[in-house]
């Protein structure tokens, strides 16, 4: 029975440390939780980022395509094909 005290004594209460383990265990599934949101929000923010870049890269182009062209035009000169003629 001493023993048992002792043992009780040096670990502490074993209702309590039950209550704290339960605690724990609680913070950690929220942190989870947390940590996953953060991460879908992550993941939606780069895939939009990939998109825009991809957008602009496309605009980029097609504007310097479309440059030179315009000021062909401008010049009253006949473009066929995007060759001044």
């Known amino acids: 029975m001493k023993e048992a005290r002792k043992k ?5 209460d074993p209702a309590e440390l039950a209550v704290a383990l339960n ?7 929220q942190l989870e ?6 991460t879908k929000v992550k993941m ?7 998109g ?5 890269q496309i605009n ?10 315009c000021l062909m035009k401008r010049k009253g000169g006949v473009v066929l094909f995007g060759i001044y003629r």
């Not at 009780?8 to 502490?12: E, I, L």
């Not at 605690?23 to 599934?29: C, G, V």
């Not at 939606?44 to 990939?50: H, W």
């Open 8 to 12: 009780r004594g040096a670990h502490g």
């Open 23 to 29: 605690a724990a265990q609680e913070q950690q599934a």
């Open 33 to 38: 939780q947390t940590l996953s949101s953060e």
């Open 60 to 69: 980029e182009s097609e504007s310097s395509v479309c440059f030179p062209y």
């Open 52 to 56: 825009a870049r991809r957008q602009l």
């Open 44 to 50: 939606d923010l780069f895939s939009a980022l990939g």
